[in-house]
């Protein structure tokens, strides 16, 4: 009580001590055991609300349809494209969420799911699936189900009369499947009929030429389990020999592969290279390989292209895609969100930190936009608004829990949990987002979603003493199916199965031949993950407080002649003030040299559009009996011809391309020829479609969207890209329709066989009342230094334009000449009449503004 000014200073300190405290509590985001329990139960129970309502209402089906409440058939649902050849009539979902049943503990579920795989599950289908999708999600889904099977068969409680007979699916599904590699090359066909596989001529497929890195690059892992497993060597002959063509194929400059390559010649179609579709888990299995193989051969090839992943693609927190053949040079703007497993891949190597910082780039962008889009551009706008319920970032996030202990991940895991509830549950299921930025459902539920999602959530909320198996005995495949990395010592590689070795690169680190460990990446250092994430913790601008930016002055060469410099800063976003006009005027002499001007930097933080914007187009139809009544919303295209600089748009009978998805050689070219094109979305890329029907001699193409249910009303409308490689070539007009639009052109088609069509930007559509448009008028302005005028120029009035509310009021300043006076009172006496009400307040705020132009002056 002697001194109150010292005791207050302390409780001050005691108070501002124990709020810190209480803040350094928040930010370890720790998690009780309590908590822990609570969100492993609430995982089990989304678990069964997706497979339960799986086996109640689309069993034996391939996939769930959550919205309809019904399965999803192939042939009995309208055709999505290559979505579609994930689904081979085999129960696909049973299948793949075979050993997901067994991590979550549900024992009594595997068993009989097992029994109804071995009972109901015909492999001999006549259908074309995708080789890459069969062999991650079916024969992986086997495999890993037998190996389940066996494990609880020999601890002698449950199985017991269970005879291998998963795996015995799983070797006809693998001869099956071998017909695929039958390439000169060695590189499989992207896909094979199950019953007469490719060159049969009830195959129906076989004429592909390309493939993708990760489709020929991700079957080593399924391919040789299967061969260790079954004593039959001809599968991982096959995986190897894929590999090896890839990895002689790369880019010998950069170390980079592309993404498409011709199956037969080994040359690339498209060249550009990242971790993202098309090419990540290609890098993945290379990896795994070999810790389930044990050989070097994979770690060394893995090291290099590494090496190069990190030189040229990894630019923190970014993974750009880039020219394999120049890799200094970006090849777009925008990320996929499959990219997402690559800090979980980064973990297996060691690399801790740029993990991090990439898995909290991605973490801020499920915070801008509830979940990850399909694709997001550098500045973290929605490139493709889906989300399919993807599970690579919670692949991620726990690989870095297991690699930090780090609770912050566990929040993260949370939030996933969270959100997958709150955006993504209904009655039937769970529904993939048709579009973050809207919150609408597609009536989708991918196999990965039960296959991958809960069993890595499953794990990161639970203790090792809380599973049935040892998490550690097993790697996971793409898919996260678990196969036993004792593969390599119990089951010895097959005579002939072992890969050319080459020389070791000289730069090596630490974990170049060792698997990482907690003590060495950060010792005694528990807050190592938290110093890294600190640094893009507001990288998408989600949370940040605003903070004004200081006036800063700087001096600019502005030369007599010309504004270029200043009008390249303002293409930059910078705003630029001359000094007088920030100070009102006061100040020194702001002219201290001829043609140079000090001005203020003003710089300011607006809100950034969610996407960029679009120039809606349309399909109007026009022949009788539409007469241009039905007038369709479509997007436009980056590449192709510019139908905004067509006067009056391109015009043309419509056809349907055969193939649909004209992803090849066209069937019907002479009755396209001339005529303009329909064609479905997937299979390939817009550029790609473009060219056959531009070789086949259409004069435009209307892209529809293979998505059911699509609609321009509900999902924003989104500009085509090309392929990453030059589209200079593709001269055609291009448009794009949704579902809900193309059913309405393809049904006119059906009906009336000869339907005439306008391309063209919506605001041209004819007869579109022109009443509207805006009247433009021109101002020629000089601008001067008050008191200079050019010589030999008389001196006239000076105008002064004053913008306010949406008005233009001019006000005289020198005293005007009679016949001026006259003009500008009768321009005047026009305005007046328009504004009346407007134009007290806009002359007394320039009287205030403007006050040494004298009180006599009159507006």
């Not at 040079?329 to 991090?356: C, E, H, N, T, Y």
């Not at 907690?518 to 903070?547: C, M, Q, W």
């Amino acid at each position: 009580m002697a001194h109150p000014s010292g005791t207050g200073m302390m409780l001050k300190s005691l108070l501002m001590i124990s709020f810190l405290g209480w803040a350094a509590c928040q930010e370890s985001q720790t998690m009780t055991k309590e908590e822990k329990s609570v969100i492993r139960h609430q995982i089990v129970e989304m678990f069964d609300h997706a497979y339960g309502s799986y086996m109640k209402y689309a069993y034996p089906a391939d996939e769930l349809m959550p919205l309809s409440c019904r399965g999803r058939v192939r042939g009995q649902e309208p055709n999505r494209g290559d979505i579609d050849d994930s689904l081979g009539k085999f129960s696909l979902t049973l299948i793949d969420t075979l050993d997901t049943l067994v991590v979550l503990n549900k024992l009594d579920e595997f068993e009989d799911a097992v029994r109804k795989a071995v009972q109901d599950v015909r492999l001999d289908n006549d259908v074309v699936v995708s080789v890459f999708e069969t062999n991650i999600r079916v024969l992986g889904g086997l495999l890993g189900g037998h190996v389940m099977a066996d494990l609880l068969r020999q601890r002698g409680e449950r199985m017991q009369w269970y005879r291998d007979e998963l795996l015995h699916m799983a070797k006809e599904l693998g001869h099956r499947l071998l017909p695929a590699f039958n390439t000169t090359s060695g590189l499989p066909y992207p896909k094979v009929n199950l019953r007469y596989g490719v060159l049969n001529p009830l195959s129906r497929t076989g004429t592909e030429s390309d493939t993708c890195t990760a489709c020929a690059g991700t079957m080593i892992l399924e391919f040789a389990a299967l061969s260790r497993l079954s004593g039959n060597s001809v599968f991982e002959e096959h995986a190897r020999k894929a590999l090896d063509v890839l990895w002689e194929r790369r880019q010998r400059g950069s170390d980079l592969v592309g993404t498409v390559i011709n199956i037969h010649n080994g040359e690339w179609v498209r060249r550009d290279s990242g971790v993202g579709a098309g090419i990540d888990s290609y890098y993945e299995y290379l990896m795994k390989a070999y810790i389930l193989l044990g050989d070097n051969v994979f770690l060394d090839r893995f090291n290099i292209h590494y090496s190069a992943i990190m030189k040229y693609i990894s630019q923190p927190p970014l993974l750009l895609n880039v020219h394999m053949h120049n890799p200094t040079v970006s090849v777009r703007s925008w990320m996929d969100s499959l990219l997402a497993f690559f800090p979980g891949l980064q973990v297996l190597r060691g690399d801790l930190k740029p993990a991090i910082e990439t898995h909290e780039m991605l973490y801020q962008v499920t915070k801008q936009h509830k979940f990850l889009p399909e694709a997001f551009t550098t500045e973290f706008r929605v490139h493709w608004g889906q989300h399919l319920l993807r599970p690579e970032f919670a692949e991620s996030t726990y690989y870095l829990y297991k690699a930090t202990g780090d609770p912050y991940y566990l929040r993260v895991g949370q939030s996933i949990v969270e959100k997958l509830n709150a955006y993504a549950r209904v009655p039937c299921g769970f529904a993939a987002v048709q579009d973050v930025r809207t919150g609408t459902h597609e009536d989708r539920m991918d196999s990965f979603f039960l296959a991958e999602m809960f069993k890595y959530l499953y794990l990161l909320f639970s203790e090792k003493s809380q599973l049935p198996i040892d998490i550690d005995d097993y790697i996971f495949t793409t898919e996260a199916h678990l196969l036993p990395v004792s593969l390599s010592t119990t089951q010895p590689a097959c005579q002939g199965n072992t890969t050319e070795a080459f020389p070791v690169p000289q730069e090596e680190d630490l974990f170049t031949h060792s698997c990482p460990s907690a003590e060495t990446l950060f010792p005694n250092n528990p807050s190592f993950a938290k110093t890294i994430r600190d640094s893009y913790k507001y990288l998408t601008g989600v949370g940040r407080a605003f903070h004004p930016i200081p006036i800063r002055e700087i001096e600019l060469p502005l030369h007599d002649n010309g504004m270029e410099p200043m009008e390249f800063l303002k293409s930059m976003g910078i705003s630029l003030t001359p000094l007088r006009e920030v100070t009102g005027g006061v100040g020194g002499n702001y002219r201290e040299h001829k043609g140079v001007y000090r001005v203020k930097l003003v710089a300011e933080v607006s809100q950034t559009p969610e996407e960029e914007v679009v120039m809606p187009h349309a399909v109007q139809l026009i022949s009788p009996p539409f007469l241009g009544r039905t007038v369709l919303t479509a997007g436009p295209a980056k590449f192709g011809m510019d139908l905004t600089k067509q006067e009056h748009g391109v015009k043309g009978s419509i056809v349907k391309a055969s193939p649909y998805t004209a992803c090849g050689p066209i069937d019907n070219a002479a009755e396209l020829k001339g005529r303009i094109a329909l064609a479905l979305r997937g299979d390939c890329m817009f550029a790609a479609k473009a060219r056959w029907l531009q070789g086949a001699g259409a004069i435009g193409v209307i892209f529809i969207d293979h998505r059911e249910g699509s609609n321009s009303e509900d999902t924003p409308l989104f500009q085509m890209v090309g392929d990453g490689d030059s589209t200079e070539d593709i001269t055609l007009p291009l448009v794009f329709l949704f579902s809900r639009e193309g059913a309405v052109l393809t049904a006119a088609l059906e009906e009336h066989h000869n339907v005439d069509v306008l391309m063209l930007p919506k605001e041209r559509q004819l007869g579109q009342d022109k009443s509207e448009k805006s009247i433009s008028m021109n101002i020629k302005l000089r601008l001067a230094e008050e008191g200079e005028l050019e010589d030999g120029v008389a001196r006239g009035p000076t105008l002064e334009f004053v913008l306010e509310n949406d008005e233009v009021l001019l006000k005289e300043v020198e005293e005007l000449e009679p016949v001026e006076t006259r003009r500008l009172q009768q321009h005047q006496r026009l305005c007046g009449e328009a504004t009346e009400s407007g134009g007290t307040e806009s002359e007394d705020s320039s009287q205030t503004r403007n006050s040494n132009a004298g009180s006599d002056a009159n507006p």
